[in-house]
């Protein structure tokens, strides 16, 4: 089984992706990370000098790769759901979670954050609540589950997921372990 995670920038897809990756045993993978690894250089950097066009086209092989596994927790990029073939391989091949934040939030948590290409603007809250319009519906396409992150705690959101999964009968066992 596989675990996905969804969601804007900064929406805590990572952080809470490793926690429910330790709670539930299985391993995690942050496609950024991934990505990154592969381009040999930052988003950021590949962004910069070959547009989002480019960096979409490495995503969506990267993800096309990791929803083939058989087990996981994957963290994605805030813009994976931009790519109709990312939206469905991730929602046929794993549980998605939609990790909805709103654009205040964000801003909060990412105002002094420079790594975030689409973030570097005049004005990033008015850039946040734009991708939030645009991207929103995509996300709620694609998700399986609907976590409102507000304020709580990492281990908070993690249980919420769990619960959700629980409720919804999907195995929470690793595969190689007893019943």
Known sequence: MIVSLIGLPGSGKSTVGR????????????SDHLIEQQLGCSIRE???????DRF???????????TQKQTGVVSTGGGVILR???????????????LNSS???LFRRLRHDVNRPLLQVADPLARLRDLHTLRDPLYR?????????????VATLVNMIVMQLELAGVPLKPLNSPP
């Open 19 to 30: 926690q429910l990756a330790r709670r539930l045993q299985l391993p995690f993978f942050d």
């Open 46 to 52: 590949y962004f910069e000098r070959e547009g989002e």
């Open 56 to 66: 979409r086209d490495v995503e969506e092989s990267v993800i096309d790769e990791l």
């Open 84 to 98: 109709p073939a990312n939206r469905q391989h991730l929602r046929e091949r794993c549980r998605v979670v939609y």
């Open 103 to 105: 654009p205040d939030e």
């Open 141 to 153: 396409e694609t998700a399986h589950f609907i976590i409102e992150t507000g304020r709580p705690s």
